[in-house]
């Protein structure tokens, strides 16, 4: 199997260079695609920057690479967007944007009507991050510069106060840049400027001080930690129980684990929290620590707020991928590596290497991945440093776990087995495929997945020319061995999504200047791209 047809390739640049819409200095930091469709249906994506807030699709063939649907400007000139967050109305199911950055405010637009939906006000500072919960498509959880994360219930009988959960106090010093919920929606993790990474225990919400003036909140985490990195985190993800992260300056994504972590049993107490009164690097009302398991080798990706993302789907291999500084894009087979494992010696003894981690003194290793090894070896509960990659299939959500359906990278031989060795947390695990666009020079801030894994698109920040350029990258899929055919409007107007309750959008009004403008903004070029292997 050609690994070419696991990993996405790179389709086209499509310019979103409207002189009249996008200013010389408009950078656009986040992307994510609309969530609650099916795989292979309708592939809607909005991406943010500065004042823009723009809807687009992916298109198939023809000369342009996305067709814009719908383009939003914050009227606020000083805004400067940064992240941004798919949910619903509840009732209509509409799809709603919800938008967020150095302003307090978070603004929410209609996507179907192309309305302002509602203003969330109560944060102190910027709010650098978004995420909508597992469990309720009408509540979002935001994270700010005030070291608060809120969450939101945007149901009709919270209107006048929204904020149904509070998680600040003791649990970060500085400002927020990310966070992530389980897949559960029990948890939340949080990272920001302070080093730290934190996981809140989230009662069931909505509950009695859900619409009143005094929502719950929560000041201490459960689990809280400074050892995992040495700088601001600014990105954070959930992989079933395990956990990857990055910080800026390093040039790595971490997975490790959280000691004693299990899902699947009932929360703690929220008297369990552990409090500050004693200072400890790391501080857990699990037991135990934490287990650093794999880095993977991100080069040139130390600016802040450049984030990775991961594809996880039932049947389908899991892909970490994440840009950099450097008109690149890495991509590694988490499936391949816990193939890997096979062959290797299951007993051998974990040791801090002798070589230096780049840019981390020795002593500062040793110090704090001490209690790795001890912990491992000691707690009944915890799985050895020599425990799987991936969850276990007895895991409750082993259905995120895709099955083994063939090595894209080959049989693991010697050599294969040394460039990528799984039994050393602290070796550097080297790119299973690098994507290079050749002739551009921008820097990656964010990485977004279709629903079915078709389409892959890349938010770049360009230095070096005017306006910002949209990757996106079509996926060969050898697996289910399908091309999807995406819908295009006869008559080239993109005014109908095929959301759900949006499938009969009004169509642009010829007369509303506006939306003119937003017509005449798809003029997008395209140039075809190539890619190359990592050897």
Known sequence: ???????????????????????????????????????GVDPVFAVVGKCETIICRPIERGSNAIEVLRWFRDEDGDQNLNSCIWAQEPGSGDPLICVSGVKPAIKIWNVKTGELFRTLVGHGREVNDLTVSPLSPWIIASASGDQSVRLWSLEPKYEE???????????????????????TGKYLLT????????????????????GTDKPTTIHYPHFSTSAIHTDFVDCVIWYNDLILSKCANESRVVLWRIENFDSSASPPSP??????????????AFGGTYQRLLQFDAEDTTPFYM??????????????????????????????????RDGRDANKEFKVPHTLQKGVARKIVKQRESSVVSTATTSTNTTSSNSNILPSS??????FVAPATGNPLGSPGPKSRKKYRVDDPFKLIVPHKIRVVPKVTFAARQVAWSVGGEWMVVTEESTL?????VTAAKIQDAQAQRRFEWRANPHNIPNTMSLPSAANSNRANPNDVRQRTILNAQGSQTKPL???DCH
């Open 1 to 39: 199997m050609s690994s070419d047809l696991e990993f996405p390739s790179v389709k086209a640049i499509a310019r979103i260079n409207s002189l009249e819409r996008v200013s010389e200095d408009t950078r656009f930091f986040d992307c994510k695609f609309y969530p609650f469709t099916e795989p």
């Open 161 to 183: 106060q929204p904020c149904i959960l509070v998680c600040a106090g003791e649990g970060h010093k500085e400002g927020l840049l990310t966070l992530a919920f389980h897949p």
């Open 191 to 210: 990272g920001g400027l302070d080093c730290i990474v934190n996981l809140w225990s989230i009662p069931g919400l909505p509950d009695a001080a859900s």
């Open 271 to 284: 008297s369990s929290a552990p409090t500050t009164h004693e200072f400890r690097p790391t501080r857990s």
């Open 307 to 340: 984030r990775f993302s991961l594809y996880v789907r039932h049947n389908r291999r899991p892909i970490l991928a994440v840009g950099n500084v450097k008109s690149k894009v890495f991509f590694w087979d988490l499936q391949a590596l816990e193939e890997q």
């Open 394 to 399: 007895s895991h409750q959500f082993d259905s």
């Open 465 to 469: 020319r005017l306006g910002t350029d």
């Open 530 to 532: 190539g890619g190359t």
